[in-house]
């Protein structure tokens, strides 16, 4: 996946944007751009009661605090699992996401079809507040042909300066981290992994890009869903059971027999997984698609889990 604010992406998301003279009225009021290395920092926490699901903060779980740096390619946010022919699969864990995606904001000069070099693309929620989601719809923001990168670092600009603005179908995963968060593995393997600078309300903010494959939304506007299949270490109907007690995984070694029922090859897949846990006592059969789906089903939808795949067996 090209990081989203470079010109590659435009070539596939983004529409060519007819000029105006209404459009080209407008004149930048603020000439001077904003850096972000010197701007206010925006306040991210992944693991409050109010963003997380099933990863939430404990006195003693040990997840992250608030703006600290997260290594995502450590235990509990990276698995191993399997893909729908038994082959193994690992992939990211972001927690339970809604599927009415969030609005990102690219900004793009009057009569071009790339976006601004070196504008940083614009959100307008974080982790915790409503209406958040790892997944963002592209919205196009038609600029002045002397716009100055960086000089508009808000939606409230956006909207106080008349821009226009077109919604695409186009789909990005780009989970919001504190600043200096890592997570190394992208599939297919050697693809840009390094964190993304962008603005919200004024204030620098950091996100991944997962594009294992290109995502739109679905006829309904969302985020598509398809299943995977879990086992925990505990049935979720016993006493400490169900995620508190972790994946069920073989003697000795971190591998689960969670089964994606897609790939990103594949037409279907979508990084937004619905979770059907099946009971564990049939985990020793379950080595793929078909005998997962033809597991004892405990929790037929358990939530829709951000689960990008970073690596599959060849």
């Known amino acids: 996946m090209k990081r989203i604010h470079l010109k590659a992406l435009s070539t596939i998301t983004l529409v060519a944007l007819l000029a105006s003279c209404k459009k080209d009225s407008h004149t930048n009021t603020n000439s001077t751009p904003r850096d972000p290395n010197t701007a206010p920092q925006a306040s991210i926490d992944r693991f409050s009661s109010a963003a997380g699901h099933l990863q939430v903060r404990t006195s003693s779980n040990g997840l992250p605090a608030a703006n600290a740096a997260v290594n995502f390619d450590q235990a509990p946010f990276i698995t191993r699992g399997l893909s729908p022919a038994g082959k193994v699969v690992d992939y990211y864990n972001f927690d339970v996401q809604p599927t009415a995606p969030a609005p990102i904001y690219v900004l793009i000069k009057s009569g071009e079809t790339t976006p601004v070099a070196g504008q940083f693309n614009i959100i307008d929620v974080i982790p915790g507040e409503p209406g958040y989601n790892d997944f963002w719809q592209i919205y196009n923001v038609t600029v002045p042909s002397n716009y100055v990168a960086n000089t508009v670092t808000s939606y409230q600009e956006i909207v106080s300066k008349g821009y226009t603005v077109t919604r695409t179908n186009t789909l990005v995963n780009c989970p919001v981290v504190p600043k200096g968060s890592t997570a190394t593995k992208r599939y297919p393997a050697g693809s840009d992994a390094s964190i993304i600078t962008g ?75 619905a979770v059907v846990v099946y009971d564990n006592m049939s985990f020793g059969s379950v080595m793929d698609f078909t005998t997962a789906s033809a597991a004892p089903v405990l929790v037929p939808n358990a939530g829709n889990v951000n689960c990008p795949v970073v690596n599959v067996q060849q």
């Open 199 to 273: 603005w919200y309300k004024d204030m620098a903010v950091y996100y991944f890009s997962f594009g294992e494959k290109a995502l739109t939304v679905n006829s309904s506007g969302q985020v598509p869903v398809i299943p995977i299949y879990v086992s925990f270490t505990i049935n979720p109907n016993q006493p400490n059971g169900g995620p508190a007690s972790g994946f069920k995984t073989e003697t000795g070694s971190s591998q689960t027999h969670n089964v994606v029922s897609a790939l990103p090859a594949n037409a279907g897949y979508s990084p937004l997984w």
